[in-house]
């Protein structure tokens, strides 16, 4: 099965910076050819999307951390990342990496999730 595994979250105070981190491992998909997200559940909220990376290289993010998050990846050592800056009390919350990517064998489209890293805004 297709692992993936989130790090480098933590407590950071309000204005602070972190970058999570999501590798993969046992991949069964062409690198290149899948689509990366990160995804966010807070204490008593629905999960949301947080930023999208296409196998285009084409971003989107939130509006609530536009300008604040960057959505990366380094297919190279198969790993994908979300750095955030100038962190917000709101920005707690359960964060999730998310693979999606054409199975050509089995001619259908595929995902995998990470376990989740915590975030932990506060001062």
């Known amino acids: 099965q297709v692992q993936l595994v989130e790090s480098g979250g933590g407590l950071v105070q309000p204005g602070g910076s972190l970058r999570l981190s999501c590798a993969a491992s046992r991949i069964t998909f062409t690198i290149n050819d899948v689509d990366w997200c990160w995804y966010r559940q807070a204490p008593g909220k629905q999960r949301e999307l947080v930023a999208t990376?296409?196998?285009?290289?084409?971003?989107n993010y939130a509006d609530s951390v536009l300008g604040r998050f960057t959505i990366s990846r380094d297919n190279a050592v198969n790993t994908m990342y979300l750095q955030m800056n100038n962190l917000k009390l709101e920005d707690t919350a359960v964060y999730y990496c998310?693979?999606?990517?054409?199975?050509?064998?089995?001619?259908?489209?595929?995902?995998?999730w990470g376990q989740g890293t915590l975030v932990t805004v506060s001062s």
């Open positions: 998310n693979a999606n990517w054409y199975s050509t064998p089995l001619h259908r489209s595929l995902e995998a």
């Open positions: 990376i296409t196998r285009g290289g084409l971003t």
